[in-house]
């Protein structure tokens, strides 16, 4: 049967949605619901107006998700190209939304002299992403700089959180309610005049040195254990280039998954079991994914 909803959203939302459009390894089966919000208020209209026991998932810009074949039942919200409001609130103090790019925020935080912030240059992902991962680069996180946040819960209600409300660690973040999600962030940032584009762009360049970037991959696959990097343990398990139909382990950063263009998520999931597998096998270190492993098989 198929899910129903209010009169008003029905014909807005897309049915079946391969989610391969919205994943940056372009794999993953349909959603069942896939609904953009025109801003908050349609957003919380659309939460409101939501059977209350129908899952719902959040995307941004997929790149860090690996969607199985099957799909994702129930709803799926997507922030991409809306929601993306980034404004000044006071010298030091920045409100971004969710579905905004965190290269804009590298980029105007440059504009308006403040930093450190062109880490966010390298994410390419959402705000909401980002603080759902507590994403970071070059030696820079994300909640480092959160100072107060926005969150809408399943029943659309929106509710302000402070930081500490929330257990954050290297790429984990545990909310304190579930089903609730980001709308935007408070960040505070240095006054950092002296900062120019130029210096983003540097970093792009050390990261195209060393990254297969323009590949379709998920960046880095797994969360380096303590001490220690992923990458190293994975290439020294000799396991470079390995392949299991249309994936690979890259040559360039053995982190890296790439799809050449015809792998399926459940090419990627066995990939990613196999290269856990040997190295717990080769190393005896436990290997966790980075990336978020959802839907059905
Ligand atoms: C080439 C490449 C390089 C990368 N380099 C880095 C890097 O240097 N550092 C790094 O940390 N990551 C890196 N990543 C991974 C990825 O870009 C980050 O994890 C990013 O923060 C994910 O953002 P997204 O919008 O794509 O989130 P998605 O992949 O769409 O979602 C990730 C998770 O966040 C949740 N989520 C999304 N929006 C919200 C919201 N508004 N509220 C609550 N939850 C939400 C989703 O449900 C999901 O669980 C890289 C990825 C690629 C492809």
């Not at 993306?84 to 965190?102: Q, W």
Request: hydrophobic share 40%; proline share 6%.
């Amino acid at each position: 049967m198929s899910l129903a909803l209010a009169p008003q959203f029905a014909t807005r939302v897309r049915r079946d949605e391969p989610l391969s459009r919205h994943t940056s390894w372009h794999v993953g089966g349909p959603a069942e619901v896939f609904f953009n919000p025109r801003d908050r208020e349609d957003l919380a209209s659309f939460l409101r107006a939501a059977p209350a026991d129908v899952p719902i998932s959040w995307i941004g810009l997929g790149s860090n998700l690996l969607v199985r074949d099957g799909g994702l039942r129930g709803i799926v919200i997507s922030t991409h190209g809306t929601l993306d409001a980034l404004e000044r609130l006071s010298e030091t103090t920045v409100r971004g939304e969710a579905g905004l790019a965190c290269a804009r925020v590298a980029r105007q935080c440059i504009k308006w002299g403040l930093g450190p912030a062109e880490f966010f240059a390298g994410i390419p992902g959402t705000l909401g992403g980002a603080l759902a991962m507590n994403a970071g680069a070059f030696g820079g996180e994300t909640w480092a700089h959160v100072r107060a946040l926005e969150t809408i819960d399943r029943r659309g209600r929106a509710r302000r959180r402070e930081p500490s409300e929330y257990r954050v660690g290297y790429r984990e973040v545990i909310a304190p309610e579930p089903d609730e999600w980001f709308i935007s962030a408070e960040l505070t940032f240095e006054r950092r005049p002296g900062t120019h584009a130029g210096e983003v762009q540097k970093l792009l360049e050390q990261r195209k040195a060393s990254q297969p970037i323009g590949e379709w991959s998920c960046g880095s696959v797994f969360t380096n254990p303590p001490g220690d990097h992923a990458a190293r343990l994975i290439e020294a398990a000799g396991l470079k280039g390995f392949r299991i139909g249309d994936a690979s382990v890259s040559q360039k950063h053995a982190n890296f998954i790439i799809n050449h263009g015809e792998a399926s998520a459940a090419d990627l999931e066995h990939l990613i079991g196999h290269v856990r597998d040997t190295v717990a096998r080769v190393h005896g270190v436990a290997l966790h994914p980075e990336v978020r492993i959802v839907g059905v098989p």
